[in-house]
Structures are given as structure tokens and as C-alpha cells.
């Protein structure tokens, strides 16, 4: 299959923000059954899922999101690195049984960007969380709390949610 380009590109105005607003995150196992528009890379419908992603707000600048893709030429193959990073505070026995939950699942996770648009990340193989730092800090104003990384590698970018569907995604 011959890979052309379907559409040029002109540039936005300087209207928009970097960083993650709101990290969503569902079992893997609650996938549901989505359905993508090919042609936009946007999650249109998803039937299954309603009320899977439980939501976990994000203070401003510290949370963020990328899909990063290898080619090997060789071997003719794309692959996209999904990466969510996020910070929860507050040290709790409550967070800590939840927070090893979250170390050792596989998750599908939805990010809001700060521009308002919905992406979900780990569509195909799930996330799964790369890294965890628990801390008390040392000083008054260090963190208390913990820092999070889930990856995973994908066939294709991070498809966007139509933000219509997403309340009815979000647990009560």
C-alpha cells in the first residue's frame, strides 16, 4: 500500500498551550468497543465503556503526554511510544493501596490537554506504568506525593475523543 499524503497543513494562529489538564484512566479489560473514524483518527462512539474512567485532576504543569514515533527503515515498521506523566500529592494508606494498583494493571488511558481536546493513549496494548517515585520530600514545600509514568508502544498516534462522548465515559 502506497503511503500518500491526503492534506497540507497551514499554520494555526498562536493560540495554543502545552501540558495536561485532567489524566483519565480505565482498565484495559474495560476497553469497551470503540469506534474510529480512519480518516480524522477520532474516537466518534464508544460503546461499553460508560462510566470506566475514573478521573484524576492534575495541578497546572505538571502532567504531560507524548506519542513519540520510531521507524525502522529495514524493516519497514512505525512505532509510537505513548507516554503519560502525572502527579498525584498527598501521601495516604488509602492513595497507597490504589497508587499500587495502578503500578501493576494495565490501563487505557484519556488525557484532557490544556487546548481542551481529548486523547486516548494505549488503545491497542494497554499502558502500564514505567515508573513510580513515592516521596515525603524534604523541605516544606517539596512535594508529598507521587510522580507517575505509563507507556506504552502502539501501532499509531494517540487517537483524539469527540469530547460529546466523554462524560458519559467518566465513573460517577
Known amino acids: ?15 495554543n498551550t502545552g501540558g495536561v489538564n485532567v489524566v483519565y484512566i480505565a482498565d484495559f479489560s474495560d476497553k469497551g468497543t470503540p469506534t474510529l473514524s480512519a480518516a480524522s483518527g477520532t474516537v466518534t462512539a464508544w460503546a461499553d465503556a460508560a462510566g470506566d474512567f475514573y478521573t ?3 495541578r497546572p504543569e505538571v502532567a504531560s503526554s507524548t506519542f513519540n514515533a520510531t521507524m525502522n527503515d529495514a524493516n519497514g515498521t512505525t512505532v509510537y511510544a505513548h507516554s503519560v506523566s502525572f502527579t498525584l500529592e498527598q501521601l495516604s ?8 494498583i495502578l503500578a501493576k494493571g494495565r490501563f487505557l488511558i484519556m488525557i484532557k490537554d490544556n487546548n481542551g481536546k481529548y486523547f486516548v493513549l494505549g488503545y491497542t496494548n494497554g499502558m502500564r506504568c514505567s515508573g513510580m ?12 506525593g507521587t510522580k507517575f509514568t505509563f ?10 475523543v469527540d469530547s460529546t462522548i466523554v462524560a458519559a465515559l467518566l465513573a460517577p
Open 93 to 100: 494508606g488509602n492513595r497507597n493501596v490504589e497508587n499500587d
Open 56 to 58: 484524576y485532576q492534575c
Open 133 to 144: 517515585e513515592n516521596g515525603t520530600g524534604t523541605a516544606n514545600g517539596d512535594l508529598n
Open 151 to 160: 507507556t506504552s508502544n502502539e501501532p499509531f498516534p494517540a487517537y483524539e
Open 1 to 15: 500500500m502506497p503511503c500518500t499524503t491526503t492534506q497540507s497543513y497551514t499554520l494555526p494562529c498562536r493560540n
